[in-house]
């Protein structure tokens, strides 16, 4: 059975940094497009990062660009999600995601399976 793990979120001062892991197993991870995704309270989920199966290409929000890095391990199935200069805003339940087939964009429909997140908590 497909499952995702993420780990590592928590509570962290503004300007701080964190460092998000997600750990798949029972599906194909190396063939799979890997996402970030979060939702804020009374929010809906919007996505935050991707990245493609061989770490080619990466694709991000503008909200994150430029402080947020997704990165992949494929011998570890684990994708993982680095977080620095984190804002009071980008407080939020992150989940990991795996594309339905080979490709996923920032359309969250082309995500097929989904972690049950990690909070991430930034203080003022």
């Known amino acids: 059975q497909e499952q995702l793990v993420e780990s590592g979120g928590g509570l962290v001062q503004a300007g701080g940094s964190l460092k998000l892991s997600c750990a798949a197993s029972?599906?194909?991870?190396?063939?799979?497009?890997m996402g970030w995704i979060r939702q804020a309270p009374g929010k809906e989920r919007e996505f935050v990062a991707g990245?493609?199966?061989?770490?080619?290409?990466?694709f991000y929000s503008d909200l994150v660009k430029g402080r947020f890095t997704i990165s992949r391990d494929n011998a570890k199935n684990t994708v993982y999600l680095e977080m620095n200069n984190l804002k009071p805003e980008d407080t939020a339940v992150y989940y990991c995601?795996?594309?339905?087939?080979?490709?996923?964009?920032?359309?969250?429909?082309?995500?097929?399976?989904w972690g049950r997140g990690t909070q991430v908590t930034v203080s003022s």
């Open positions: 995601a795996a594309s339905r087939g080979i490709i996923a964009t920032v359309d969250l429909s082309s995500y097929g399976y």
């Open positions: 029972g599906l194909t991870f190396s063939s799979k497009t």
């Open positions: 990245i493609t199966w061989n770490s080619e290409h990466t």
